[in-house]
């Protein structure tokens, strides 16, 4: 897989571009904001979905719980369940998309 210093990049890259899109979408989003924040922030979902990319597994079912939830928690201490998280992809689509 990539290495610490690699995942590192990606992430600062991904966290200012979300820093900067986030304003943004919330001015121009339509409906009422959730009102428990998330635990993984967008930037760990975004970077996540791109890992995923980079990799050579086929499901992501499989990369999200065996090798995120088991070998990346040093990176990602604070991991939510499989379903909880594809519910996260849902509304960090479009920052993934522009990105």
């Known amino acids: 897989m990539l290495s610490y210093s690699k995942i590192t990049d990606i992430f600062c890259l991904v966290d200012e ?3 900067q899109f986030t ?3 919330q001015k121009h989003s339509l409906g009422n904001k959730s009102k428990r924040p998330p635990i993984m922030s967008p930037s760990e979902i975004i970077t996540i979905m791109i890992l995923f990319h980079l990799s050579s597994f086929r499901c992501f079912k499989h990369f999200y719980i065996f090798y995120v939830q088991k070998h990346m928690n040093a990176e990602f201490p604070k991991t939510v369940s499989y379903n909880r998280f594809t ?4 509304s960090n689509i479009l920052p993934l998309t522009m990105f």
Do not use: H, K, R, S
Not at 87 to 90: C, P, T, V
């Open 17 to 19: 571009f979300t820093q």
């Open 87 to 90: 519910e996260l992809i849902q």
């Open 23 to 25: 304003p943004f979408l």
